[in-house]
């Protein structure tokens, strides 16, 4: 099972970023995926996960309005587009698979991560 995650970079306040994670090693089209953030300091959270079929998405209240989820199933792809970003996004970003369809906290896979600045 291999997620490598990509896109992260610096970027000023209210400035936008598109993550994208690239799945292999299992049936992409099967897990529910998600986006977890982890700041230096802090718990790693959650910000964002979407159902196998992309028919349900749900967000972290911090990034609602501003943060959307998407997947590819032919692509066995999920990206996140990251609009009017604020200092405090500034945090390491993960991909993760959880093993079922529906249930996105499932145990599962992670990514290395991708690092996301935003600063002015």
């Known amino acids: 099972v291999q997620l490598v995650e990509s896109g992260g970079g610096l970027v000023q306040p209210g400035g936008s970023l598109r993550l994208s994670c690239a799945a292999s090693?299992?049936?992409?089209?099967?897990?529910?995926m998600s986006w977890y953030r982890q700041a230096p300091g802090k718990e790693r959270e959650l910000v964002a996960a979407i159902i196998s079929t992309g028919g349900s998405t749900n967000y972290a209240d911090s990034v609602k309005g501003r943060f959307t989820i998407s997947r590819d199933n032919a692509k066995n792809t999920v990206y996140l587009q990251m609009n009017s970003l604020k200092l405090e996004d500034t945090a390491v970003y993960y991909c993760r698979a959880a093993i079922s369809p529906f249930d996105f906290g499932a145990p599962g896979y992670w990514g290395q991560g991708t690092q996301v600045t935003v600063s002015s």
């Open positions: 090693g299992f049936t992409f089209s099967t897990y529910a």
